[in-house]
């Protein structure tokens, strides 16, 4: 059982930065594709960076130049790094993993950018 645990969510100013983690259990990391997904309240949950097994990385348009996605399968870990934060950016982010058609989601972590 693939477990994912977020961490580094909190309350910042615009402008601000925030580095997420996420660490995965199991076996498979270095050849899972890994994923930060954000949901706001109201809003479905979107993408926002994945990075592939061979590290090929995709960011969504609104977070390209400030956010950068980077994982370490020696520690089984991904990590966002967010830069110039907008109020926009707040909401709940989720990891995700995908390895051979299994997805598995962490239990989010709260990000809130106060203008």
């Known amino acids: 059982q693939v477990r994912l645990v977020e961490s580094g969510g909190g309350l910042v100013q615009a402008g601000g930065s925030l580095r997420l983690s996420c660490a995965a259990s199991?076996?498979?990391?270095?050849?899972?594709?890994m994923g930060w997904y954000r949901q706001a309240p109201g809003n479905q949950r979107e993408l926002v960076a994945s990075?592939?097994?061979?590290?090929?990385?995709n960011y969504a348009d609104s977070v390209k130049g400030r956010f950068t996605i980077s994982r370490d399968n020696a520690k089984n870990t991904v990590y966002l790094q967010m830069n110039s934060l907008k109020p926009e950016d707040t909401g709940v982010y989720y990891c995700?993993?995908?390895?051979?058609?299994?997805?598995?989601w962490g239990q989010g972590t709260q990000v809130t950018v106060s203008s």
């Open positions: 995700k993993r995908t390895f051979s058609q299994i997805v598995n």
């Open positions: 199991g076996s498979t990391f270095s050849i899972a594709t």
């Open positions: 990075i592939t097994s061979n590290f090929r990385i």
